[in-house]
């Protein structure tokens, strides 16, 4: 799967998850390094027109970059902090970007998250809510 990576900062955990992506046999796409609105914004397009499956995306707090990525029609950003968050967001929002904070985040809980993410799929009986944020009402 082709997996798009932003970082507004090279840390020890964004260096730990790109070789976990990797380990799992994904292709990561690397978004063009800057802000975490640059950044945020660039993985949410590499997701929402296709070129990328899903992505990965990390600033300081998770919160700014989660803010850019959702500004792009199509990509679903979600900020989580553990494997059931990052479950749900997949089951129950169909989230296509997997956002994570570095202040608070370790590798270890990066590692659940990840399994999470790939593990869990779309709950169908939630198409109409999926459908109603693509149409960009609520």
């Keep these: 799967m082709k997996v798009a990576f932003g970082t507004d900062e090279r840390t020890p955990l964004t260096d ?7 380990a799992r046999g994904h292709e990561v796409t690397a978004a ?9 914004a660039r993985v949410g397009e590499l997701v929402a027109s296709g070129d990328c499956a899903t992505g990965v995306l990390f600033c300081w ?9 959702n500004k792009v029609r199509g990509a679903r950003a979600a900020l989580c902090t553990d ?3 990052a479950a749900g967001a997949r089951r129950w929002n169909d989230a296509n970007v997997l956002v994570m904070g570095l202040r608070l985040t370790s590798p270890d809980v990066a590692h659940e998250m990840l399994d999470a993410w790939f ?5 169908p009986s939630e198409a109409v809510n999926i459908d109603r944020l693509e149409r960009g009402t609520s």
Excluded at 17 to 22: H, I
């Design 16 to 22: 730990a998850v790109r070789a976990d992506l990797e």
């Design 32 to 40: 063009a390094d800057g802000e975490w609105a640059e950044v945020g």
């Design 61 to 69: 707090t998770g919160t700014g970059a989660s803010i850019a990525a």
């Design 83 to 85: 494997a059931a968050t």
């Design 119 to 123: 593990a869990t799929e779309s709950d």
